[in-house]
């Protein structure tokens, strides 16, 4: 039943709302870059590095807010993020995209950190795997459906027009999650506790290692695809819809797998899911190395890599409610996303150089870093296990 209350329900809502009116930021920005700005994949890589390092700092005090201020009021800032993001498609000088760039990590910092307190907040440890599923279904098809506007209005009408829709929806999103999210419980604002003092030692455990390890280690390879296959794919293809298919295409099989990890979690334990879904994820590194330069190819090894992603994705909110004391969740929240944020950075850094110098070594280089994360998970499971 906890799983159709109200907070959960609008949690999901306000979540796809983001993620829908996001989407044009995801798979449009470098091809933006690109056909109309005349600028590298490097440009785009900077334009990312700037939200994504801000969204990874502005993450830690979020944790902690949430934490005392609940995770309503840290989620609201999170909704103008979409409205931040529309902005870019409206402008065509550096330095005006680069203060939405920053705007948008400091707000989105706000969003991951409050979206998952709340979630972890709103649900019981016995459906966590299940509804954090869901929290992240929301954001699957809300991407992938706005994919699949986004693109053929960039096509038609431009990017300006895009941007300008994309405006006036966040501006409904904004004022939908003021009214309709409901309060849930954070924890009460008090003096620092000797347990209080001893969670600013959290990320020194063993297993909080362990656990970021799994978090940053497959996001380096997540963060090079996501900069390198839309660029490869426009590059094929010369389409803007054929970027935006491929992202739909890719995150609804996605949305499919996060709710069968969801569901495994909750029955069989998430040893087993993550274990699987890094292993996957190694695989598909290899295979989008192999036919980079095959269209067909990057569409099925894309797939592959965008289930496995968010399978893995789907499993860090039960894992860090299993990890985390009450004082500590949102602060482990916060850093997990600072360490999300870290990995999207390196990959696309690191994907925005090495696809110009060969379009597979990302590829390979993600390889060895999903395999890392296959080991992490490994260790963590048996530490927890003895």
């Known amino acids: 039943f906890m799983l159709v209350s109200r907070p959960f329900i609008s949690l999901l809502l306000v979540s796809f709302g983001i993620s829908f009116l996001n989407a044009p930021r995801y798979a449009l920005l470098p091809v933006y870059v690109e056909a109309d700005l005349l600028r590298t994949p490097v440009f785009s890589a900077g334009l990312k590095a700037i939200f994504l390092i801000l969204g990874g700092l502005f993450a830690l005090p979020a944790g ?43 707000t989105s910092g706000f969003d991951s950190a409050g979206g998952q307190s709340y979630l972890i907040r709103a649900v019981g440890p016995k459906l966590i795997g299940t509804a954090s599923a869901g929290y992240f279904l929301g954001n699957t098809l809300g991407t992938s459906l706005g994919n699949l506007i986004s693109g053929p209005i960039a096509d038609q009408q431009g990017y300006a027009a895009l941007g300008s829709l994309a405006l006036a929806g966040s501006g409904i999103l904004v004022l939908g999650g003021l009214i309709g999210l409901p309060h849930v419980q954070g924890s009460p604002a008090q003096s620092p506790s000797p347990d209080a003092e001893k969670s600013t030692r959290l990320i020194w455990r063993r297993d909080v290692l362990l656990l970021l390890g799994i978090r940053y280690l497959p996001t380096c390879y997540w963060g090079a695809v996501t900069l390198v296959l839309p660029v490869l794919i426009y590059r094929a293809t010369g389409s803007n819809t054929a970027v935006t298919t491929f992202s739909a295409l890719s995150l609804g099989i996605a949305a499919c797998f996060q709710l069968l990890t969801g569901r495994i979690c909750d029955r069989h334990g998430r040893w087993g899911p993550i274990l699987i879904a890094a292993a996957i994820e190694t695989i598909s590194a290899i295979g989008l190395a192999l036919w980079h330069n095959s269209v067909t190819g990057l569409y099925i090894w894309g797939i592959v890599a965008a289930a496995s992603a968010w399978s893995l994705s789907t499993t860090m909110p039960g894992l860090i409610q299993l990890i985390a004391k009450e004082e500590e969740k949102g602060k482990l929240v916060g850093t997990a996303h600072f360490v999300w944020s870290a990995g999207m950075l390196t990959g696309n850094l690191g994907g925005g150089w090495l696809v110009d110098w060969s379009p597979d070594m990302p590829f390979y280089m993600g390889g060895v870093f999903c395999l890392a994360a296959w080991l992490c998970g490994f260790g963590l499971w048996k530490g927890r296990a003895t």
């Open 64 to 106: 902690h807010l949430a934490d005392r201020w609940g995770p309503k009021r840290v989620y609201l800032i999170g909704t103008l993020t979409p409205a931040l993001a529309a902005l870019v498609f409206l402008s065509h000088d550096p330095t005006y995209l680069a203060a939405f760039c920053i705007g948008i990590g400091i």
